[in-house]
């Protein structure tokens, strides 16, 4: 071989042999376009469908956490009208006069009052929970036991209330369905691109001790051309004497 076919041998070994360590190192088999072109753009459209994902599945965490924050505030609500109606109840008391059924107001209407709280100043992330007017459309804006009174009125805002509550439960179960489908996605699409991207390194083992022995070779014959080289200039320089 001659000194130019062993200095390119040279060079070509010793690529093969650090990109083999590059590969070790990181663990991915698709390091650069050189490794892989098509592999590296499959796993690169890959990647950033992972991170859409990703972000989706956290969208929805921040809804759930919505939606927990005001079914924790409706909880706050539905207290509230119980004690209202437990309150409404004993002002039917056929002993109670004026004066009680004005002590009984007085406590009902605190209650209205941080119901209506709970309705205007909710927040998630400096966002109203509830729209404007939610209070006002429970219909207890005006109720009172210190006259005529309709029970019953309590009992529809009860029931919106139940319904509302309801109705976040249902979302939070939606999102949680929605949640699963995207990590089983991301999980999907990782395994996937782990296949085409990530190094085998019982393979990359047995690459570098192949590439270890042909180092081995290659280091043999240069020595042996190097002996045979210097055995010919002896004789040479033997017959010119």
């Known amino acids: 071989m001659t000194i130019g076919g062993m200095a390119r041998m040279q060079y070509n070994m010793n690529s093969v042999y650090a990109r083999s ?6 663990g991915k ?5 050189a490794d892989d072109a098509a592999g590296l753009a499959i796993s690169s459209k890959m990647e950033a469908q992972i991170a859409v994902s990703d972000q989706q599945a956290t969208n929805k965490l921040d809804e759930i956490s919505f939606s927990d924050v005001k079914e924790g505030a409706l909880s706050g609500v539905a207290e509230g009208l119980k ?5 409404a109840a004993s002002a039917n008391n056929t002993f109670y006069g004026d004066v009680e059924k004005s002590a009984v107001q007085l406590e009902i209407d605190g209650l209205k009052n941080d119901i ?12 109203n929970v509830f729209e404007e007017g ?4 429970l219909g207890i804006s005006d109720f009172s036991v210190t006259g005529d009174f309709d029970i019953d009125a309590i009992d529809k805002a009860i029931n919106s209330v139940s319904l509302d509550r309801a109705k976040e439960g249902a ?3 939606s999102l949680r369905s929605q949640i699963n489908y995207l990590n089983n996605s991301t999980y999907n699409l990782t395994s996937s691109m782990s296949r085409i991207s990530d190094m085998d390194i019982a393979s990359l083992s047995s690459r ?9 070779l290659k280091n043999a014959m240069q020595n042996n ?3 045979f080289s210097s055995m010919m200039t002896y004789g040479m320089l033997n017959m010119l004497k």
């Open 21 to 26: 360590l590059q590969q070790g190192s990181t």
């Open 29 to 33: 088999r698709i390091n650069s376009a």
């Open 83 to 87: 004690r209202i109606k437990t309150l």
């Open 116 to 127: 209506k709280d709970i309705y205007d100043k909710t927040e998630f992330n400096g966002v």
């Open 134 to 137: 939610a209070f006002d459309e």
């Open 171 to 173: 979302e939070t179960n």
């Open 208 to 216: 570098l001790e192949q590439q270890k022995v042909m180092f081995g």
């Open 225 to 227: 051309s190097m002996n």
